[in-house]
């Protein structure tokens, strides 16, 4: 099952990012540019595509995990919220964690785009809130690494 999203292309000779197998969660988005990353270094790089989400849903712009892994390039802000009111060009910002620079050609596969619903919350002030098991405990609380043991 699939859902239409509108997308509109502003730049018509880079390919619309697609799925690269049935079940994959994410559309691989493309560089609409070339760019070299310095070891530490980041860009907003463009991805030469604006889309319509409708209401109730959000676009999450995740790194990809080769990149990640061969290069350590990844997303800066993973995973990036594409607001489903948003009409300009998604764009992604990705930093080189590596020791060599890395070379982003366009038509590159950058990230991918997760499309997900989304819940927004009415914010109701109160006094208390119910106990739970797990309570104010958090940040290691439940230990499971030696550096959480202090
Ligand atoms: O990886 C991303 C993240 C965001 N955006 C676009 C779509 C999103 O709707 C908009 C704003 O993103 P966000 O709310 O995360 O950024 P902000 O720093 O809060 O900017 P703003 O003040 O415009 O909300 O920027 C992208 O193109 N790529
Ligand atoms: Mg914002």
Do not use: W
Request: glycine content about 14%; overall charge negative.
């Amino acid at each position: 099952m699939t859902m239409e999203v509108r997308l509109m292309r502003l730049d018509p000779e880079l390919p619309v990012p697609s799925y690269a197998h049935p079940g994959d969660a994410g559309a691989d988005l493309l560089a609409a540019e070339s760019v070299e990353l310095l070891p530490g270094g980041r860009a907003l790089i463009r991805t030469g595509i604006a889309i319509a989400l409708p209401d109730g849903y959000v676009g999450l712009v995740h790194p990809r995990s080769g990149l990640a892994a061969r290069l350590g390039v990844t997303v800066v802000n993973a995973p990036g919220t594409v607001d489903s009111g948003y009409r300009g060009e998604i764009k992604v910002c990705l930093i080189n964690h590596g020791q060599e620079p890395a070379k982003i050609e366009r038509g590159d596969r950058i990230a991918q785009l997760l499309v997900q619903r989304v819940e927004r919350a009415t914010f109701v002030v109160v006094a208390d809130l119910d106990g739970t098991a797990r309570g104010a405990g958090g940040h290691g609380s439940t230990g499971g690494h030696a550096a959480l043991a202090e």
